[in-house]
């Protein structure tokens, strides 16, 4: 297998592209994607400051990494829940990669600002698994610890295969607000709330994982012990079966979704967002979330 | 397995309802669906004369014998298309049905009517397949017949394996046009084109092929031996795989579609039809596709 450019040895093979390339050309390749991505979608310009949600793993760094290197004003935000070993691994690769790249790399800790670790706040719930309040935590924080740190812009390192995996499920049930919400850009609809950006959206996790590999990005493989995963797993193996059925299926998928929520979905409202009575970041509900969970809302 | 009404023994299972049913239980329960979905969706009312349009397999001569049963003014209205052996078995089977179920069934041959068969007209073409004419010759001459023989509405056999296998690849695509296109009832968009219904698409393959099987219908097994169907083959496929995983997922998936095509998709613009130069049927062309497929428009 030879490089597409250079007809040098070839590392990665992209069948939806019908293309082959060596690893210079397909870092190269990468970087540039990312950026034409950010452009086409006017994700962020030249007076942004990007808050890029990392979670230590290839997708995120890798992200951080190339807009670190593009000489883009980015910096890293990074919620530690407290996950005990795992946690510790996280904290060590993205520490590891703040000074390897040079990239600043906010860390935020949940025990140490609101008391309690997630697995202490779940320990207190009966029949709750950490997993149902790690979203809402890791969102609600991102955009705040971002915001507070001088961010006009939240980027998530969702790929391809995530992206797919999500519309599909959303697609099985025609679910019109979750489809209306799924976006590549995602615009601000409140003052505290950043817009969100996903640069990689185009990019499936084989490229991805390449990328880190190729640049030295010492990312964590392992997934969260909590993690249950399962449905998405399903999701993106229907989705990889399809795609290996018919390279591009996934491609196509995502883009022609963006043109059609653009077309018929767009107009969908959105809820009305209001500040949370206790933390006064936006919500759709008197107390937020966030707020609920770590039991901030609930003094009398 | 026991039937869940009487509890005799059961002769089927249909896991997307939680459901086992005895012989007696599951016919009667499958015609009332039939039945149901046809006053659900107004397919026809007691003034109509319904048009079943016959293929020779379980879906379409199950549907013409519940509603024959039924006392609707209901005919079977049959293509021959001249595809040789395979032919003469559709013929016999539905020939057979008709005595057997005292059923009225018109058939219409291609070759005495306009010439050729189908295998004689692709033969004088090279690289095409007849399955790409095939579609379009049984359309028009489905819904041609049909109303010169009195019929206010045609009603197909389309099943929930054959609809959510359409979807899937419309999805994939998001193909608005298609997607628009695709409903479980069809209004009529000219004088000369039948209103289609399909009051089968609630209903599995599974669920058809046992109701032919138990009603006793000799219905053809085979395929057309011109039958390339691999790309819906893969769509029913993975749909398969999915329903396995999440009983449900098809019926979900069809029935949440006609909520949302309903509400995002019905008012995208229908093709203006005019009439065909030669045979003065609907057709989006000046000459429509039965009459340039079979040579009809092509005159001086």
């Given at each position: 297998?030879?490089c597409?450019i250079c007809r040098?040895?070839?590392v990665?093979?992209l069948p939806q592209h019908?293309l082959?390339?060596?690893?210079?050309?397909?870092?190269?390749?990468h970087?540039r994607?990312?950026l034409?991505?950010?452009k086409?979608?006017?994700?962020f310009?030249p007076?942004?400051?990007?808050?890029?949600?990392?979670?230590g793993g290839?997708?995120?760094?890798?992200l951080?990494?190339?807009?670190?290197?593009?000489g883009v004003?980015a910096?890293g935000v990074?919620i530690d829940?407290?996950?005990g070993?795992?946690?510790a691994m996280?904290?060590?690769?993205?520490?590891?990669f703040?000074i390897?790249?040079n990239?600043?790399v906010?860390?935020?800790s949940l025990?140490e600002h609101?008391?309690?670790?997630?697995?202490?706040?779940v320990a207190g719930?009966?029949?709750?698994?950490?997993?149902?309040?790690c979203?809402?935590?890791?969102r609600?924080?991102?955009?705040?610890?971002?915001?507070e740190?001088?961010a006009?812009?939240?980027?998530?390192?969702?790929?391809?295969n995530?992206?797919?995996?999500?519309?599909?499920?959303?697609?099985?049930?025609?679910?019109?607000?979750?489809?209306?919400?799924?976006?590549?850009?995602?615009a601000?609809?409140?003052?505290?709330?950043?817009?969100?950006v996903?640069?990689l959206?185009?990019?499936?996790?084989?490229?991805?994982?390449?990328?880190?590999?190729?640049?030295?990005?010492?990312?964590?493989r392992?997934?969260?012990p909590?993690?249950?995963?399962a449905r998405?797993?399903w999701?993106?193996?229907?989705?990889?079966e399809?795609?290996?059925h018919?390279?591009?299926?996934?491609?196509?998928?995502?883009k022609?979704?963006l043109?059609f929520?653009?077309e018929?979905?767009?107009?969908e409202a959105?809820a009305?967002m209001?500040?949370?009575e206790?933390?006064g970041?936006p919500?759709?509900?008197?107390?937020?979330?966030f707020?609920?969970i770590?039991?901030?809302?609930q003094r009398?």
């Open positions: 297998m030879k597409k040098d040895r070839a990665i093979s019908n082959a390339l060596c690893e210079e050309h397909f870092l190269a390749r970087a994607i990312v034409d991505t950010v086409k979608f006017r994700m310009g007076d942004d400051r990007v808050a890029v949600a990392v979670s290839k997708d995120s760094l890798g951080l990494q190339i807009l670190v290197a593009e004003s910096f990074f829940l407290g996950l070993e795992f946690q996280v904290n060590r690769a993205v520490e590891g703040a390897r790249f990239a600043e906010v860390r935020y025990a609101h008391g309690r670790s997630l697995p202490e706040l719930r009966k029949g709750q698994m950490p997993c149902s309040f979203g809402t935590l890791k609600y924080l991102m955009n705040r610890v971002a915001l740190n001088g006009t812009v939240l980027a998530t390192g969702h790929n391809l995530d992206e797919t995996a999500v519309l599909l499920a959303n697609a099985l049930r025609w679910d019109t607000p979750y489809l209306a919400r799924q976006n590549i850009v995602l601000s609809t409140h003052p505290k709330l950043l817009r969100k996903k640069p959206a185009f990019l499936t996790e084989k490229e991805t994982g390449a990328y880190a590999l190729l640049r030295g990005i010492g990312f964590v392992e997934s969260c909590y993690s249950q995963g998405s797993l999701f993106k193996r229907v989705m990889a399809m795609e290996a018919s390279p591009g299926t996934k491609l196509r998928f995502y022609q979704f043109r929520r653009a018929h979905l767009a107009r959105e009305a209001r500040e949370c206790s933390c970041f919500t759709t509900n008197p107390v937020c979330a707020c609920r770590v039991g901030e809302g009398p």
